[in-house]
C-alpha cells in the first residue's frame, strides 16, 4: 500500500468549509487504498496576523517566542483537518512537531530539519488513521519550538515523504508551477515537468509557489514532488530530474522577482579586505544571506562595496555595519527589486544576458546590480519597473 504525503497551503484551508472538503477529499484517497499523511500551513493569512500582533509588542520581538506564537497556526489547522476527518465517520489523528520529535538545528525563524521519528507515524497509518502533521514547525535541541521560514510547511512536506518513503503532493492556491508568477504575468504559461535546478533557482529568487530548501531536500533524496491545485485536476507540475530536455528547449525556463530585499552599500571603505571580509564573516555567523555583492574598482585604493540582504534582516545587518564603518557611509536602497531569467538552456546558449540589457536599456529600465550563474542573470532594478521588465522578457523569450 502506498504512502502519500500531501500538503495544503495556507489558502487551501483557509475556511472550515475548505477544510472539510479536504477531509472528503482525503477519505477518497484512503478509499483509492492509500495510506494518507497530511500536512498543513497556518489557515488563511494566520501567519501574518499573528507577525503583526508580535510586532505590536516589540519593532524586534524576542525570537524564541516569537516562534512560539507562530507555530499556533499550525496547530489550529492540523486539529481541524483532523477532526473534520473523524467527523465524516474515518479515524484520523494530528500531531504536532513534539509529538513527532521533528528535530532542528539552527536559528529561531529559519531553522533546519535536522531528523523527525517516522515511527509514531507509520504506527498510525497502520491503524488505518489518516495522519495530519502540523507543518513549519520543529522542535530544537533545547526543546524550544522552532520554524522553517516563511513557506516552510513545503518543506515539512518533504522531509516526511523522504522519511516515510512516500509519494509527494503539494496542494496550492494554483494550478501548477508557471513560467512567471501568474499573478503578476496573465500569460504565463504552466510547466508540466522541471528540473530541480530550475525551480530551485527560481523558487530561491523568489518563486514563493515552493519553498527552496523543500525543493533542495527532494532533490538530495530524488523525491518527485506534484504541484497543483488543491482539489483540482492532477494536470499541475511534477518537479523532478529532467532528462528528456528537447535539444532545440528554450534557453529561458522562467523569470522570478522578489520585493523583499534591500540593496546596502558601503562608500569609501579603504581597499583592505580585513574589513570586507570581517563585515561579510559577521554577517554570515548571523546567518544573514548576503545575495548579490559588487564591488567597484579600487581609486586612491577607495572602494565602494554593494549586496543586497532580506529585508527582514537589515536592522541586524546595518548593526553590523555600524561597528565598521560610518552611518553616512552607509546607502540603503529599499526600491529594488531582484528580477531573474532562470533556464537550464542557458548553460548551452549565450547571448541571453546582452538580450536582457539591451531590451532593459531600449526601455530605460535601469540596473542597479547583476549577478549570474550557469543559469540564471539576475538584475537589480526598481520595484517601479518590474512588471514592465516582466512583460518585456516574458515575450522576449516566450514565456
Ligand atoms: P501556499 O499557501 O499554498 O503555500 P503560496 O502563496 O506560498 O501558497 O504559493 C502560491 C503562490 O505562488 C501563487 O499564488 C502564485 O502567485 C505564486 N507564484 C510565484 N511564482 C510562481 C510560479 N512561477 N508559478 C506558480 N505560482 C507562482
Ligand atoms: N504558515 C507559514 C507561512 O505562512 C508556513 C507555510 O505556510 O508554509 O509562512
Ligand atoms: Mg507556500
Redesign the pocket.
Known amino acids: 500500500m502506498s504512502i502519500v504525503v500531501q500538503k495544503y497551503?495556507?489558502?487551501?484551508v483557509s475556511s472550515i468549509e475548505k477544510i472539510k472538503n479536504i477531509a472528503k477529499n482525503a477519505i477518497k484517497r484512503v478509499n483509492e487504498g492509500n495510506k494518507l499523511v497530511i500536512v498543513v500551513?497556518a489557515m488563511g493569512d494566520t501567519t501574518d496576523d499573528l507577525l503583526s500582533m508580535a510586532k505590536q509588542i516589540s519593532d524586534n520581538p524576542d525570537k524564541r517566542e516569537l516562534d512560539s506564537l507562530l507555530s499556533t497556526g499550525e496547530i489550529v489547522s492540523s486539529s481541524l483537518l483532523s477532526m473534520a476527518i473523524k467527523s465524516f465517520g474515518y479515524d484520523s489523528i494530528s500531531f504536532n512537531s513534539f509529538q513527532i520529535q521533528l528535530k532542528t538545528e539552527g536559528v529561531h525563524g529559519k531553522s533546519l530539519i535536522d531528523d523527525l521519528n517516522e515511527k509514531i507515524i507509520i504506527d498510525n497509518l497502520n491503524k488505518n488513521k489518516v495522519v495530519v502533521i502540523a507543518g513549519f514547525q520543529g522542535v530544537n535541541n533545547k526543546g524550544d519550538i522552532t520554524t522553517l521560514g516563511r513557506?516552510g510547511?513545503?518543506t515539512t512536506a518533504v522531509a516526511l515523504s523522504v522519511k516515510l518513503k512516500g509519494e509527494c503532493e503539494i496542494?496550492?492556491?494554483?494550478d501548477?508551477?508557471?513560467?512567471?508568477?501568474?499573478?503578476n504575468y496573465k500569460s504565463?504559461k504552466k510547466i508540466d515537468k522541471i528540473d530541480y535546478e530550475e525551480i530551485l533557482e527560481?523558487a530561491s529568487l523568489g518563486?514563493?509557489?515552493m519553498h527552496s530548501r523543500s525543493v533542495e531536500l527532494a532533490q538530495k533524496y530524488g523525491t518527485k514532488i506534484y504541484v497543483g491545485q488543491s482539489l483540482g485536476e492532477m494536470n499541475g507540475t511534477y518537479i523532478m530530474e529532467v532528462k528528456d530536455m528537447n535539444l532545440e528547449s528554450k534557453p529561458v525556463t522562467?523569470i522570478?522577482t522578489s520585493d523583499d530585499d534591500v540593496a546596502l552599500s558601503i562608500k569609501n571603505i579603504s581597499n583592505n579586505q580585513n574589513i570586507i571580509s570581517s563585515i561579510f564573516s559577521e554577517i554570515g555567523e548571523n546567518n544573514i544571506n548576503v545575495d548579490m555583492i559588487s564591488q567597484t574598482t579600487p581609486i586612491d585604493n577607495k572602494i565602494n562595496v554593494s549586496f543586497t540582504v532580506p529585508e527582514g534582516d537589515l536592522v541586524e545587518c546595518e548593526q553590523i555595519l555600524l561597528k565598521h564603518v560610518k552611518r553616512e557611509d552607509i546607502i540603503i536602497d529599499k526600491s529594488i527589486c531582484k528580477f531573474s531569467v532562470v533556464g537550464i538552456g542557458m548553460k548551452s546558449t549565450s547571448g541571453v544576458a546582452a538580450k536582457v540589457f539591451k531590451i532593459f536599456n531600449e526601455n530605460n529600465i535601469v540596473i542597479k546590480m547583476v549577478t549570474t550563474s550557469e543559469i540564471r542573470i539576475t538584475c537589480a532594478i526598481n520595484k517601479e519597473d518590474k512588471i514592465k521588465a516582466i512583460n518585456l522578457i516574458a515575450k522576449e523569450f516566450n514565456l
Open positions: 497551503g495556507g489558502s487551501s500551513s513557506g510547511s513545503d496542494y496550492t492556491d494554483v501548477g508551477i508557471y513560467s512567471v508568477d501568474p499573478r504565463a527560481l518563486a514563493q509557489v522562467g522570478a
